[in-house]
């Protein structure tokens, strides 16, 4: 089974998110030997048309040395306390991407700390190192003071630091010795966040978030934690009040690139999009038709009740 590590990147807005993950997008199509989705190669145009169809999806996947790297987006601020910890939920590893001369944000501090709580091993990204003034020794410091007053563990604080600009499209473990692509970034992301482990079992999938197509209407996304899904199977729906609606998976999707492919089956460890499941919830545990074993739920606020509702 490949292997899988599932990664929520964390940036104030305008510190590089957008750049970065279009660099990490096009070094893996350069890099990946076993290129299957050839029209994905991108050009620049191609990035900018194909980001308009992933607004809503938000996720983007790479491969990188036979691993698939699931890049999960969380809100860049509190205002979701709900959505940031679910969304979270889906990830092994947080990559907090920092501005080389702002230094980490207020409001990224929220968004950090949950991560922090929820025991996710953290990668930072200074970035904007060819910025003239930037301070990325002195930034470092401030994350690392950051994160050890939001309580991080020893292993978290030991964190690998990554520099560099997404602009040019490199990083580097030493801000003063540029590499010349951002492999550096990829290579730590596969020895650091740990990889996604496979449960087998009976399915069980907690609903994270949603999509919506005029075609095949709500869509439920969220990661597979024990056993497998299967294209067509019958399924459980267990609901906030405890009762269980029988529902039929209709097609079931992975990320790729910068959009979504279709598959027969996803297994545990996989973040995936499901159609054709009727009325569920955020929170709703898709599971094993005959053992339905709901996932504990997680909490959601009212802010993100009102906006997903
Ligand atoms: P986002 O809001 O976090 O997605 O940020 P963007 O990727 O849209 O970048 C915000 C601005 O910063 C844009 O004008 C980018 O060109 C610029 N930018 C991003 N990365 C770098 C970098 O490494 N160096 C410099 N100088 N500018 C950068």
């Keep these: 089974m490949q292997s899988i590590r599932n990664i929520a990147i964390i940036a104030h807005v305008d510190h590089g998110k957008t750049t970065l993950v279009d660099k990490i997008i096009h070094a893996s199509k350069i890099f990946d030997a076993h290129q299957q989705f050839d029209d994905l190669i991108l050009d620049n145009n191609d990035l ?3 980001r308009g169809i992933t607004i809503v999806s938000k996720n983007v996947s790479v491969r990188y040395k036979d691993v698939k790297i699931n890049i999960i987006d ?10 940031v910890e679910r969304v979270l939920k889906m990830a092994d590893g947080v990559l907090l991407l920092v501005d080389a001369f702002e230094g980490p944000m207020p409001q990224t501090r929220f968004v950090l700390g949950k991560a922090i709580q929820l025991g996710l091993k953290p990668i930072v990204v200074v970035n ?11 930034v470092h410091e401030m994350v690392f003071d950051l994160m050890f007053n939001l309580d991080a563990t020893e292993d978290q604080l030991d964190f690998v630091t990554l520099y560099g600009s997404s602009k040019h499209g490199w990083m580097s473990t030493d801000w003063q010795h540029p590499t010349d692509n951002i492999t550096p970034l990829l290579d730590a992301i596969i020895e650091v966040i740990p990889p996604a482990p496979s449960e087998e ?9 949603l999509d919506y197509s005029s075609f095949v209407g709500r869509i439920a996304i969220g990661r597979v934690k024990r056993g497998t899904l299967q294209e067509g199977a019958n399924m459980s729906l267990c609901k906030r009040d405890g009762s269980i609606k029988k529902v039929k998976i209709k097609e079931l999707q992975v990320f790729e690139g910068l959009g979504r492919v279709k598959v027969e089956s996803v297994s545990a460890g996989e973040i995936c999009a499901v159609t054709g499941i009727e009325g569920f919830e955020i929170g709703d545990t898709l599971a094993d038709f005959e053992n339905p074993e709901p996932l504990e739920r997680i909490a959601i606020d009212e802010p993100t009740m009102n906006m997903l509702f």
Excluded: L, W, Y
């Design 74 to 83: 969380t809100p860049g601020h509190a205002d979701f306390g709900g959505e």
């Design 128 to 138: 904007k190192v060819d910025k003239e003034n930037c301070r990325p020794d002195e």
């Design 201 to 209: 079992g009976t399915p069980q999938m907690q609903i994270t978030s």
């Design 48 to 50: 900018e048309r194909e």
